[in-house]
């Protein structure tokens, strides 16, 4: 194996940090609110709806408006836990209620303060996110799994000191309630994570010590548990993952093998265990997407085109970007019913939302549209339940 270059990074202050207003949703009940006739049926084992299957009671529940789940969490045990599990996002599924909502990180105008809102397929806003417990976050990675919002690692500073986590807490988008989740073997930030098949990925970021890494590890939601995996060739920071073709993808960033940002993409294959590699990814990449299996991506030196890689051959295509609003504007991407949004970095208030609909007629792929989060866009991820 050849030998590792242990660069080091100095950790400050977080100038984008993971905060939430307390801004509680108003269909969350207290306990001393809970429905009376809650308390006969508060057992696991007692029956959904009382004089029905199970079977009937669950597509009935399946039918209720996304608005209306953190009440009926509220309601009993056995309606909460069934919220909470896949089977119900099953049957949303299959009568096709499913709604998708965007969860947005968005920055305030004076740029102090980040908080997750969450905005339908029409923009209407229906809440803000509770704070995420444990302290202010930087350098830490988003990923969705099962319906349910995943923030990771990070590094904080606290009282002068900064420190690298190994934290994970999940956001229940059903519920709209936190929770922590096992931590990572590794504490690390500014890595790469992505859910494939079912599990999440983080690769490579910094260690505790400012060390960069090569080590990476899959977490099953299923045990609760992170397992350490074949590693990358080098260590690697500041990169992005996604899976595409049931294999995960890492791109961008920079690595000990290079000068500058690495064009090197690293694939594992989870089937074989292994790492290979391509040589032609994109660099200081500021934002990424997947739709339709494939990869859009934006490089910060050429933030008026879309660079699409399409994994069944490895090419790359790229798209030109309308100008709307300033032509300095910077872009993150939000998923919405087959399509992309670019969203505006710097919240300039001139600026209409782009959609590119990638299903649409030659020269009708781009429009404008009015969804828009309240401030800066810092990262977006879409969720259906």
Known sequence: MPGFVREKKRITEPS????????QDTLIHSKGNTHPSSLAIDELDGPLLPGLPDDVAKCCLALVPRSSFPAMGSVCKRWRSFIQSKEFLTERKIAGMLEE???ILTMDSEGKESYWEVLDCLGQRHRLLPSMPGPEKAGFGITVLNGKLLVLAGYS???GTASASADIYQYDSCLNSWN???DLNVARYDFACAEVNGVVYVVGGYGAEGESLST???YDPDTDKWTLIESLRRPRWGCFACGLNGKLYVLGGRSSFTIGNSRVVDVYNPEKHTWCEMKNGCVM??????LEKKLFCMEWKNQRKLAIFNPDDNSWKMVPVPLTGSTSIGFRFGILDGKLLLFSVEGDPGYR???YDPNAAPGSEWQTCGIKPSGSCLCCVTIKA
Do not use: D, Q
């Open 216 to 218: 990476a590890e899959v």
């Open 180 to 182: 922590k989740l096992a």
């Open 353 to 355: 939302t782009l959609l």
């Open 101 to 103: 909502w965007l969860y």
């Open 16 to 23: 984008m940090c993971l905060t939430s207003p307390v801004i």
């Open 285 to 290: 990449v500021t934002a990424h997407a997947v």
């Open 157 to 159: 500073v606290i009282n």
